[in-house]
């Protein structure tokens, strides 16, 4: 499998190719195939085939393409912005290659990529918007299939509202810069002017465009307070997606992975202001006043938090900010990295006669001197989330002993949450303490402590205790946890 970051082995690009010749070489279906593609565009087609079908024969007599019938010479390249080896014959296709690329073309060998100077895509077609689709050597059924699709997804209607968009380019050039020129061009594609286009009423869809173009009211700012997820980035809710694409910047953690931030618009600003342990970008007072100053300059901005931005986020000191400076805020929910950590383990956070109420927690919330509220209830059986606890495990798991847990409670461990990279630990709360030795767990951890934990799928797990045993220093250390022995 490729790695999650893996890169174009091509890079599409659209080429223009109106008034220019395009020579294809061939007789039978491949060329056919080929010409009825190019023929979408405002290209001149020259068919290079000296025994041509009738079906061929049919397609150059309704276009208008040109036809050379002869046997094919270098000679006929001559000029053209692309060719197309299409013969069928591996030798004469080799040859049209060497000489296209001796003349400086770009050529494409059809069902041979390895003599490919680039790769034709499944094509849908609304013009003047075009979308190509290309799978780098997945095959071309996968692209038919994915072309299918998009197809389907867009209104036919699509191609009148670009052409539509292009005549107000010029018009639209003139509002200012950023926030206000993109309204117009949201509301132009998702307002009264598509809508009237997709009517067929184009004298109202132009009427409408004007209209927005007249709108002078002062643009506000609004902050999206964005959860991320924990992670993968097709767990990103469709709202957040809609709104990244929205956003004028993007201010986000450092727990946030560069792919999800990367689902924003391209030319939106990116701001990193996240906090790790021991290394804050950003105090959360400064993090504050930048949302306002964003804010108050009419931005649209997503604030993404890993996560769910109401669960550890500190989301609360920044909506009281917001509040407080009059700018309008929203908040998205993520899924939280417990709810990822137990789908990866198909563990029940809650079990019907075993477990019926969760607490989210912190490692660090069990090291002041007196137990929180919500010890007794791990100890009457609920489920404890806790967050960020890798470096604390120990302590979690001494002073939860301390309180009355049994050393035997069952605990799940998940490193990267939902990621593809995510390395996944079983045991007791007497084994929890190994956690602290193992510096090669550089991601983030959550640890889910509970009767219900004894519910889940270890299949995929590896035992605490194996890296326990390995290290005897650690393993008394353990014991005495185990033992609720005071260190």
Same mark, same amino acid.
């Given at each position: ?114 003599? +490919? ?8 077609? *609304? ?151 021991? +290394? ?11 949302? #306002? ?8 901005? #997503? ?7 109401? #669960? ?19 908040? #998205? ?65 001494? *002073? ?23 390395? *996944? ?63």
């Amino acid at each position: 499998m490729p790695p999650t970051n893996a890169k174009l082995n091509t890079f599409p690009v659209f080429m223009r190719v109106d008034g220019e010749a395009v020579a294809i070489v061939g007789n039978g279906e491949e060329a056919l195939a080929k010409a009825r593609l190019l023929s979408q565009s405002s290209a001149v087609l020259r068919i290079v085939a000296d025994n041509a079908g009738g079906s061929l024969l049919d397609f150059i007599a309704s276009t208008g393409a040109v036809h050379i019938d002869a046997a094919y010479e270098a000679a006929h390249l001559q000029g053209a912005a692309l060719v197309f080896a299409a013969s069928g014959d591996e030798a004469l296709d080799r040859r049209v290659v060497e000489d296209a690329r001796r003349l400086g073309i770009a050529v494409n060998a059809v069902d041979r990529p390895e003599l +490919c100077d680039f790769f034709t895509p499944a094509l849908v077609n *609304r013009a003047p918007v075009a979308i190509a689709i290309g799978t780098e050597g997945a095959g071309p059924v996968l692209a038919q299939m994915l072309r299918g699709r998009i197809d389907r997804m867009l209104s036919p209607s699509l191609g009148r509202l670009a052409a539509l968009a292009a005549s107000f380019r010029a018009s639209a050039e003139s509002l200012p810069k950023g926030n206000r020129r993109r309204r117009f061009w949201s509301d132009f594609f998702a307002g009264a002017p598509a809508r009237a286009v997709e009517a067929g009423e184009l004298a109202e869809a132009h009427g409408a465009a004007l209209e927005l173009l007249a709108q002078d009211a002062p643009v506000e700012g609004h902050i999206a307070l964005v959860g991320a997820g924990p992670g993968a980035e097709d767990l990103l809710t469709l709202r957040a997606h809609r709104l990244l694409m929205e956003a004028d910047a993007i201010v986000y953690d450092a727990l946030v992975p560069e792919a999800i931030v990367g689902m924003g618009r391209r030319d939106a600003e990116r701001l990193p202001v996240g906090k790790r342990k021991g +290394c804050h970008s950003k105090s959360q007072e400064e993090i504050n006043a930048l949302l #306002v100053e964003l804010g108050r300059a009419g931005k649209r901005v #997503v604030r993404l938090k890993s996560g769910d931005p109401l #669960v550890f986020g500190r989301a609360g000191e920044e909506m009281a900010a917001l509040r407080e400076a009059g700018i309008a805020y929203e908040v #998205v929910p993520g899924v939280t990295a417990a709810f990822a950590a137990a789908a990866d383990f198909e563990l029940p956070l809650t079990l019907r006669g075993v477990s019926s109420s969760m607490v989210f927690t912190t490692g660090h919330d069990l090291k002041g001197n007196s137990l929180p509220d919500w010890a007794k209830l791990a100890i009457s059986g609920a489920t404890v989330a806790v967050y960020m606890g890798r470096s604390v495990a120990a302590e979690v798991a001494g *002073r939860l002993i301390e309180a009355g847990l049994s050393p035997d409670t069952a605990v799940a461990v998940v490193e990267n949450a939902s990621l593809g990279t995510r390395r *996944r630990f079983h045991g007791t709360l007497a084994d929890l303490p190994s956690l602290e030795e193992r510096a090669d767990l550089t991601g983030p951890v959550m640890t889910i402590i509970g009767d219900a934990v004894a519910g889940a799928n270890f299949e995929q797990s590896e035992p605490l205790a194996a890296h326990r045993r390995e290290d005897t220093g650690h393993e008394g250390a353990a014991s005495a946890v185990a033992e609720g022995v005071e260190q």
